[in-house]
Every structure is written in C-alpha cells, then in structure tokens.
C-alpha cells in the first residue's frame, strides 16, 4: 500500500512539473539576451569602468590650464640679518633687509599680497599625446566591454541550448515513465492471472523507479541551468522556461558557411586596441621629456612698519600696501638627464607594443583555426543528425513488437526491457543530436561573429 502511495505522489509530481512547463510562456533567446545585456554584473562593471577612463581624459584635456595663486598674509617680527648664503629648503623665513652694523631685535610688523601665474604655454606635442592616450585609454576600455559582452552572450545561448535539451530529456524521461507504467500494469495482469511469475513485477517495479529516479536528476540539472541564466539575467530562476520551437526553425533553416568578421570581432578589436594604446604610450614616451616653455607672471604689493632710513615705526603703520611692483616673464626649462630617462622608457614601451602585436596576431590565429574547427563540426553534426530518425523509427517499432509479444507471452521481461532501454537510447540520442547541431551552429556564429544573422531568423 506503501508503495502505491508514494508512486502516486511521484506520479502527481512529475503530472505537475510536465503541465507548468506547458503553462508558462516561454522566454525566447532574444528576450533572454536583451535581459542579460542590461543586468549582467559584468556587463555593469566594465561599462562604469569606461565611465571612469571618460573622467580620466576630460582630467588629462585641462591640465594645460595655467596656474594662478592669490595669496595674502600679514606679519609680525625682528629684522635683523647677516650676510651670507643658504639654501632656503622652504623652512628658513625670508628677510629681505640689509645688514645692520649691530643687532636690533625691534618688532616689524608687515603684510604682502601677491597674484601669481605660471604656464606651461608649449611642450613640443606632450600635451597632444597624453591626450591621445587618454582617448585611447576610453577605447580600449570600450572594447572590453564590446569583449565581454560577446563572452556573456555566448555563455547565455549555450545556457539556453543546455536549458532545452533538458526540457526535451524530461520529456523523453516522462514517456519513458508511462512505458515502464504501462509494462507494469500489463505484467500485474498477467502476474494475477498466473502467466507471469511474479519477479517480473519486481523488476518492472525496479525499471519504473529508475525511470523517476532518471526524471528527478534531470529536472534538478534543469533548475541549475535557469539558476545560472538567472544570476546573469535578473529574471527569476522560475521564469526562465526555453522555447523548444528553435531547435525546429534552426533544423529546418538551410545555413551556408559563414565568413568570419575579423574587423569587427570583438575579441580582434580589443586586442587591437590594446596594441594602438601602446603606440600611443610610445608617442607619449618621447615627447613628455621634451623641453617646456613657460610663461611666468606676478603681482604684488606690501607694506612694512620699517621704513627707508631705517626707522622702527609704530607696528599700525605696516598695514596697508606701500609699494606695488609686477613681473612677466618667458623661460625655457629642460633637465639634461631626461635624455636618459625617456631612452628607458621609451625602450620598455616598445617591448610592451611588440607583445600586445604578437597578442594580436595569437587570437587572429586561434579566430581562424576555431572557426575550421566549427565548421567541421557543423559538418558532422549535420550529418548525424540525418541518420538519427533511422534509428529512432527502428528502435521504436522495436519496442511496440516486443511488447506486443511479452503480452502474448512469446518473450520474457528481459527481452522487453532491453529493446525499451534501445527506444530510450534513440531517443536521447536524438535530442543530442538537435543540441549538438543547434550548439555547432551557435559556435560558427560565435566564432564567426554573426550570431544577429541567426537570431533574425527566430521570431
């Protein structure tokens, strides 16, 4: 009674799982990848990440901007100095007064205001070439978005295809529950009537659990799978039921050989922007230990509570601006030993270029020999794809006459179950063949860069 309980409670289960997936409206591979491209945790990474390289270059276009310091303070303090050198380091105070003949340590007091500008007017192309760099910086970061999304669109669809087959599996899986449910009746008819013995029941009964059990792993592989198109979708797990129907449009659509976009492959264009933002370090290299003209200004005023003839006045009489003075000027700076210093750097940023060329030319080469690689699969997916329904019609009216004849009691339950395990191996074996053909097509298009000319063709 045990058992008939709990048969009926998986039976119910499998009922259940069976009619939701008829029920919910299934998510096409476009809605799928429309999902993915604007919740995928990449893809939102690595397009803040060009956000940030924008910030960087609009930093880089206004360093040209000069300098222009205001500056005012007021002082009090002894004026008394002796000759004699030093180097300021900028913690010795300045004292601008001559050299008494003896010591006065007498309070000044003083104030100064002072507007000064520095530019650095021209640099013989280095601020051209920081500029070029950052804009290169912004291009390759919008190639290694343009990567990855490429590589998460890629992992979606072969998500996707995994997603179906198991849908077909499951389907397969039910049948074959209700084929190990119809041998089983039959056995316990002909078991009460005394034409069977009674193992055969014993080993239906083992058939069918192994059939749910079968059913049960299955449906938990298909739950992982929408769990990981889930994480990169935002759609709920649940929701994520594949459209089945894709498998009949892409058999039934003839596809000739693709040709691989190399100019505008991902993959190709990332790394090939890598190799232009080295030359472009390289162009910096040289011209940002050029020399640099300056244009130098300043204008100030001060007061000062000691006058002329030398007299100590009153501290109130240092305020306010007494002398107004101004300096313009144009210079050229150069530091000799940047000759050396660019040499180095210059010869390290072109070893950098010479591996981001030899990169380039790696994934051109992988690009073209994945693509023969795809293209024969294609080839031997196509071709089995053709000889599978021989097999599933054999193995089918296999099965019908076998248990026909267990019925009529000419075979034995082994005889009957071996040909029901080669039915259930055609058929398996067919919706591996549906994925390995709508995987190989996927792949060349991947491979190829032309999965839009694919998935225009699914409505």
Do not use: C
């Not at 300098?67 to 303090?77: T, V």
């Not at 999304?149 to 996707?160: D, F, H, R």
């Not at 976009?261 to 090939?272: F, L, R």
């Not at 023969?372 to 019609?393: C, F, G, V, W």
């Amino acid at each position: 009674m045990l058992k008939h309980i709990r048969g009926l409670a998986l039976m119910v289960l499998f009922s259940v799982l069976a009619v939701t997936l008829k029920a919910q409206q299934p998510v096409t591979l476009k809605q799928l990848l429309v999902s993915v491209d604007h919740n995928a945790p990449a893809l939102l990474t690595d397009s803040t990440a060009i956000s940030v390289r924008q910030s960087q270059a609009a930093e880089v276009q206004n360093r040209w901007l000069p300098n222009l310091r205001l500056n005012y303070q007021a002082d009090i303090g002894t004026n008394n100095n002796v000759a004699g050198p030093y180097f300021g380091f900028g913690i010795i105070p300045s004292d601008t007064r001559g050299v008494r003949t003896t010591s006065n340590t007498t309070a000044v007091s003083a104030n100064v205001g002072v507007a000064a500008l520095d530019w650095e007017i021209y640099n013989f192309g280095a601020y051209g070439a920081a500029n070029r760099v950052a804009r290169s910086n912004i291009n390759v970061e919008q190639n290694n978005f343009a990567q990855s999304k490429y590589q998460v669109e890629a992992y979606t669809i072969y998500n996707y295809l995994q997603l179906i087959s198991l849908q077909d599996y499951l389907q397969i899986q039910s049948r074959n529950i209700r084929r190990n449910q119809e041998i089983l009746q039959s056995i316990s008819s002909l078991t009460k009537a005394g034409v069977r013995p009674g193992v055969d029941t014993s080993i239906a009964n083992a058939e069918l659990s192994k059939a749910r059990l079968n059913y049960i792993e299955l449906n938990d592989q298909l739950q992982r799978t929408q769990l990981q198109l889930s994480a990169i979708s935002g759609m709920p797990y649940q929701s994520i039921i594949a459209d089945t129907l894709v498998e009949s449009r892409l058999i039934n659509t003839p596809f000739s050989n693709f040709d691989t976009d190399t100019a505008g492959h991902p993959i190709i264009n990332y790394y090939q922007s890598l190799y232009q933002n080295s030359k472009e370090q390289e162009n910096l290299a040289k011209k940002q230990y050029n020399p640099k003209i300056m244009l130098e200004g300043a204008a100030w005023g001060r007061g000062s509570s000691l006058d002329a003839n030398d007299h100590f006045n009153s501290l109130s009489s240092g305020w306010g601006f007494q002398r107004d003075n101004y300096l313009v000027g144009v210079g050229l700076t150069y530091n000799l030993f940047d000759i050396r210093r660019r040499q180095l750097k210059l010869n390290t940023q072109k070893t950098e270029t010479a591996f981001y060329r030899n990169k380039l030319e790696e994934q051109k080469a992988l690009l073209a020999a994945n693509a023969n690689q795809a293209n024969a699969t294609m080839q031997t997916a196509k071709l089995r794809l053709r000889e599978i329904p021989n097999q599933l019609k054999a193995a089918n009216d296999g099965y019908r006459q076998k248990l026909s004849l267990y019925k009529s009691g000419l075979t034995d339950i082994i005889e009957l179950n071996a040909a029901l395990n080669i039915l259930y191996r055609a058929e398996t074996d067919y919706v591996q063949a549906k994925y390995a053909y709508t995987s190989a097509l996927f792949n060349e298009a991947i491979t190829d860069n032309k999965v839009a000319t694919i998935l225009n063709l699914l409505k």
